[in-house]
């Protein structure tokens, strides 16, 4: 029976285990020359830039006033209260009677309401005398319309048109709606402030002289948004960091319009470009990082 004659394998195995620690090599190699697909650097929140919508308002803030006020007196003199019939905050109605007089010579007079409204103020009371050229006896806000006055730049008076809508908020009544109805045709010279009303909209029970702001809408500008959150604020200006190829560059950005935490970018950013979703003083330009796609939630 022929004997085989023993292999020696160790030139083989040697070539191999040199193969494999060339090949180790290489790759550590690439790592450290800035492979953008191996993962290094600190784990970051990033999101995309994307387009939003934002609205362009003029804030006014002033006081509650009645649009229009009527007084109510009685046409003759010498006369006396004999009975009331509303109060003050009463909405009344145009023929609706208020009060009855009684005549020197005997038998009563009716006072009515010449305007449907609200009773804003009421001096009757029974046994008063009551007279044409007196202090009237109820006043009334016509129609229950009110005012809201207020005083705004005159940059923002450019921005003003009647009948553009807005938002008030009125202390102890909530918010209701309203329109731009008048605009000054001057300003007061020293503050270079100008008159504006704005019709208020509501059932609500209104108190005269309350404060309230409104927000005027007066068009809305669409852009690219971020986060405020993504923004930096310092000396050398507004900026964002930007991850591009899992490297932190700074971008200087303008910023415009802000609405719900969203921050309009005007100038710098491109929709689509990959944000920190929380910038800050820990990343540098040039810092590798590995992004990570915030959820939807988190935006």
């Given amino acids: 029976m022929p004997v085989l004659a023993a292999r020696d394998f160790t030139?083989?195995?040697?070539?191999?285990?040199a193969a494999g620690l060339f090949c180790l090599s290489s790759s550590v190699s690439r790592a450290d020359d800035g492979d953008p697909a191996a993962p290094r650097g600190a784990a970051v929140t990033v999101l995309k830039a994307a387009k939003s919508c934002f609205a362009n308002t003029v804030e006014v803030s002033g006081t509650i006033i009645p649009r229009e006020e009527t007084q109510v007196r009685p046409e003759r003199m010498g006369l006396k209260v004999a009975e009331v019939m509303v109060d003050a905050g009463d909405s009344v109605t145009a023929g609706q009677v208020l009060a009855k007089l009684n005549l020197p010579e005997g038998g009563q007079i009716s006072v009515q309401a010449p305007v449907g409204g609200v009773i804003s103020a009421s001096t009757a009371s029974v046994g008063a005398m009551a007279s044409g050229k007196g202090e009237a006896l109820f006043s009334i806000i016509a129609r229950a319309e009110f005012d809201?006055?207020?005083?705004?730049?005159?940059?923002?008076?450019a921005k003003l048109?009647?009948?553009?809508?807005?938002?008030?908020?009125?202390?102890?009544a909530g918010e209701v709606d309203g329109k731009v109805r008048r605009l000054s045709t001057t300003v007061e010279p020293n503050s270079q402030l100008a008159q504006v009303f704005v019709g208020v909209t509501t059932n609500r029970r209104l108190l005269v002289n309350s404060s309230g702001r409104a927000q005027i809408?007066?068009?809305?500008s669409c852009g690219v948004?971020?986060?405020?959150?993504a923004i930096l604020y310092g000396t050398a200006g507004t900026v964002?960091?930007?991850?591009r190829r899992a490297r932190v560059e700074t971008r200087r950005v303008e910023t415009g319009l802000m609405s719900a935490g969203q921050v309009e970018?005007?100038?710098?950013?491109?929709?689509?470009?990959i944000v920190v979703a929380r910038a800050g003083a820990l990343l540098r330009e040039g810092d590798p990082v590995r992004p990570v796609m915030a959820s939807?939630?988190?935006?």
């Fill in 11 to 17: 030139p083989k195995l040697t070539a191999l285990i």
């Fill in 148 to 157: 809201l006055v207020g005083m705004v730049p005159t940059r923002d008076i």
């Fill in 161 to 172: 048109q009647v009948n553009q809508t807005a938002r008030i908020k009125v202390i102890g």
């Fill in 217 to 220: 809408k007066t068009g809305q």
């Fill in 225 to 229: 948004a971020v986060p405020l959150t």
């Fill in 240 to 243: 964002v960091q930007v991850v």
């Fill in 265 to 273: 970018i005007t100038s710098g950013l491109q929709e689509g470009d």
């Fill in 296 to 299: 939807a939630d988190a935006k």
